[in-house]
């Protein structure tokens, strides 16, 4: 399993911006899908967005897409989140997690049982 650590989370007003980064150790595989994910007190954890590596195709929950981007830094081995336009409802913990090529499946890239590695979390809090 890949060490996933996360961090950037903030407390920002609406409308803001903040970048979560997640370093991961070294992958075993050339192949991986790596998701962020976010769970706010009293709700399921909820699949933001996904990256598949090598390939680099993505994909967004429909809350997020337009707003947030995902991104690998594959030299750095860091994923980032970029998060813009922020919205109360955004405020959750996020976390990110790593899994084998099929967690990135159209139908399934956002079940966290897909993936087999998380990181410990990072708190964003967006304030109206």
């Known amino acids: 399993q890949v060490r996933l650590v996360e961090s950037g989370g903030d407390s920002v007003q609406a409308g803001g911006s903040l970048r979560l980064s997640c370093a991961a150790s070294?992958?075993?595989?050339?192949?991986?899908?790596m998701g962020w994910f976010r769970q706010a007190p009293g709700n399921e954890r909820e699949g933001v967005a996904s990256?598949?590596?090598?390939?680099?195709?993505?994909a967004y929950a429909e809350s997020v897409n337009g707003r947030f981007t995902i991104s690998l830094d594959n030299v750095k081995n860091i994923m980032y989140l970029q998060m813009n336009s922020l919205r109360p409802e955004d405020t959750a913990t996020y976390y990110c997690?790593?899994?084998?090529?099929?967690?990135?499946?159209?139908?399934?890239w956002g079940r966290g049982d897909r993936y087999s590695s998380w990181g410990q979390g990072t708190q964003v809090t967006v304030s109206s």
């Open positions: 990256f598949y590596r090598p390939g680099g195709s993505t």
């Open positions: 070294a992958y075993t595989s050339s192949s991986v899908c």
């Open positions: 997690a790593a899994g084998p090529p099929g967690a990135c499946a159209s139908d399934s």
